[in-house]
């Protein structure tokens, strides 16, 4: 792998980990038609780590206020929807497995389309209110299902809070926040796969992780900025299209 490629790829992760589009599905998508070795864990683990720093540098005051009050209740939340995310994991793994897969992509893409272009149902009013016990319990499970390649984690959490009546603006801060323990938890079990002293290519990947951290902090940044007022099925309209690629070309 060169260095360009290696910072095209972290650029990829940054940018569709944290826009609805899935970084997953993205990532599998261009490895794919790049002709990328299969076993890229240790990489993939790197580019897990970089997003990881993304969320921890632009919410380091929150995490600071959270580290410091342990027992508030947004800490309660997100242990309740990591716990079912997690739980949900350990008993599907086998399923997760096989989802793993290209070709799986314009549907999934095609899914994740439908989940956005849903919440021109939401409205804006005056009864949004705060993450409550039952949102963090319905998105740790919408979670779960966002593991599959090509369903966005950040588009799956950020629907599924809106539905339940959560603020936009609190909803898209916490389904960043809920990514951290998924992102470590995430770490750990690809780091037990690796093994030990991985081969890898050390400029690319520390290119990569670099571009993933900035490009990471961008798409956060604009997550937030726009989610106030721009509407999240504008980015089912480029999924929709992906997914009719997609399928052409794996399938026709």
């Known amino acids: 792998m060169s260095i360009w490629m290696g910072l095209f790829l972290g650029i990829i992760q940054g940018l569709t980990e944290f826009l609805p589009v899935s970084s997953s599905g993205h990532l599998i998508l261009f490895q794919h038609f790049l002709n990328l070795p299969s076993d890229m864990l240790f990489f993939n683990i790197i580019l897990h ?5 993304a969320v921890v540098i632009v919410f380091r005051k929150t995490i600071w206020q959270l580290v ?6 947004l800490n309660l939340y997100l242990v309740i929807s990591t716990a079912i995310t997690c739980g949900l994991v ?11 897969t290209y070709k799986i992509l314009p549907i999934t893409f095609l899914v994740t389309a439908i989940i956005l272009f849903t919440t021109t149902f939401v409205t804006n009013n005056d009864k949004a209110h705060e993450v409550t016990g039952p949102a ?4 740790g499970v919408a979670q779960f299902f966002a ?10 959490t950020i629907s599924t809070l809106l539905f339940t009546g959560v603020k936009r603006e609190k909803a898209a801060d916490y389904s960043f926040l ?9 770490f750990l079990y690809e780091l037990l796969d690796v093994g030990t002293a991985p081969a890898f290519d050390v400029w690319p990947t520390i290119a990569a992780f670099i571009a993933a951290v900035i490009s990471g902090i961008l798409a956060i940044k ?6 106030q007022n721009v509407k999240l099925h504008w980015f089912s309209l480029y999924l929709v299209i992906l997914a009719i690629v ?5 399938y026709v």
């Open 49 to 53: 780590l970089a997003t990881l720093l």
């Open 68 to 73: 410091r009050h342990p027992f508030n209740k």
């Open 90 to 100: 350990v008993l599907f793994k086998e399923y997760i497995d096989k989802t793993f």
């Open 136 to 139: 963090a319990t319905v998105v």
């Open 147 to 156: 593991v599959t390649p090509g369903l966005s984690r950040s588009g799956t």
């Open 178 to 186: 809920m990514s951290i323990p998924v992102i470590i938890a995430s």
């Open 222 to 227: 604009f997550m937030l900025r726009i989610i």
């Open 246 to 250: 997609c399928g052409i070309l794996f």
